[in-house]
Nanobody, 125 residues
Framework: QVQLVESGGGLVQAGESLRLSCTAS????????MAWFRQAPGSEREFVAA????????WYGAFVKGRFTISKDSAKNTVYLQMNNLTPGNTAVYYC??????????????????WGQGTQVTVSS
């Protein structure tokens, strides 16, 4: 059974940056895509970014507007989310997800088989 563990969340001020990490362990880890989603209080979970494991092709949510970058380190089974120029609107729990069986529609939650427990990001004004 694959386990995903996120880290790097915290409390920052508007304009600052954070880098989230998600490391996979256990089972046979061979993802097709990995992604970040987020859920703010009272809101549905939304897509942030995804990366295809084979060639590092990436997708981003429309709100990202060049401020976030997803990347990976295959040797460490780790995916990162670099978030720059954060705003209070970015406050949410950020979840990492891994797709090992679908290989398509990387923006959809239903395309992912494994999820992390989430890491809280809070941005103060």
């Amino acid at each position: 059974q694959v386990q995903l563990v996120e880290s790097g969340g915290g409390l920052v001020q508007a304009g600052e940056s954070l880098r989230l990490s998600c490391t996979a362990s256990g089972g046979s880890f061979s993802p097709l895509h990995m992604a970040w989603f987020r859920q703010a209080p009272g809101s549905e979970r939304e897509f942030v970014a995804a990366i295809r494991w084979s060639d590092a092709n990436t997708w981003y949510g429309a709100f990202v507007k060049g401020r976030f970058t997803i990347s990976k380190d295959s040797a460490k089974n780790t995916v990162y989310l670099q978030m720059n120029n954060l705003t209070p609107g970015n406050t949410a729990v950020y979840y990492c997800a891994a797709d090992q069986t679908h290989g398509y529609l990387p923006r959809r939650e239903s395309s992912y088989d494994y999820w992390g427990q989430g890491t809280q990001v809070t941005v103060s004004s």
